[in-house]
Antibody
Framework: EVQLVESGGGLVQSGGSLRLSCAAS????????MHWVRQGPGKGLVWVSR????????NYADSVKGRFTISRDNGKNTLYLQMNSLRAEDTAVYYC???????????WGQGTLVTVSS | SYELTQPPSVSVSPGQTASITCSGD??????VCWYQQKPGQSPVLVIY???KRPSGIPERFSGSNSGNTATLTISGTQAMDEADFYC?????????FGGGTMLTVL
């Protein structure tokens, strides 16, 4: 069974940093592109970032570019999101999600809540 | 940047057909996915590549995509289908989600 378990969320002051982790199991992690998607309180889904299976390619939403860094450790089956210079508008539940080869998100974690206080 | 537009809410009576639209420029040239999200839960893929259902998704869920509009159709809507629904497409190397539609079954 595919499992994605996020951790690392919490309360942080504006300008602070957090590192999210997503532990993957039940599939060959190193074969899949992985993404982060966030959802603000009462808001819709917003794509944040992606990383290729081989760590070579990364992309970011304009709203986080230069502040967030996505990475992965295929040996540990873990995806990361380093978030720096956090702003109140970054407050959200952050989901890690697996991209199926047919370009859809077929598995999602339970999410981890990040709250940025101003 | 590319945008996908959904109606904020749709209401349907139990047993009837619900249609949720997603609009974007030349959307018919892209593949569209749909996700269902119930309160307090993570999104679940219900339609991919415009009209394909993942295993475990009931046959009452179907999709279409043509021109500038993609449509998620739920036939014989049940109370358990009440949820938020999001369409999703790709714009170059970027993922775009619609704003979401709250489906109310009443």
């Amino acid at each position: 069974e595919v499992q994605l378990v996020e951790s690392g969320g919490g309360l942080v002051q504006s300008g602070g940093s957090l590192r999210l982790s997503c532990a993957a199991s039940g599939f060959t992690f190193s074969n899949y592109w992985m993404h982060w998607v966030r959802q603000g309180p009462g808001k819709g889904l917003v794509w944040v970032s992606r990383i290729s299976y081989d760590e070579i390619t990364t992309n970011y939403a304009d709203s986080v570019k230069g502040r967030f860094t996505i990475s992965r450790d295929n040996g540990k089956n873990t995806l990361y999101l380093q978030m720096n210079s956090l702003r109140a508008e970054d407050t959200a539940v952050y989901y890690c999600t697996r991209l199926h080869t047919s370009s859809q998100f077929d598995s999602w974690g339970q999410g981890t809540l990040v709250t940025v206080s101003s | 940047s590319y945008e996908l537009t959904q109606p904020p809410s749709v209401s349907v009576s139990p047993g009837q057909t619900a249609s949720i639209t997603c609009s974007g420029d030349k959307l018919g040239d892209k593949y569209v996915c749909w996700y269902q999200q119930k309160p307090g839960q993570s999104p679940v893929l219900v339609i991919y590549q415009n009209n394909k259902r993942p295993s475990g998704i009931p046959e009452r869920f179907s999709g279409s995509n043509s021109g500038n509009t993609a449509t998620l159709t739920i036939s014989g809507t049940q109370a358990m289908d009440e949820a938020d629904f999001y369409c999703q497409a790709w714009d170059s190397s970027t993922v775009v989600f619609g704003g979401g539609t709250m489906l109310t079954v009443l």
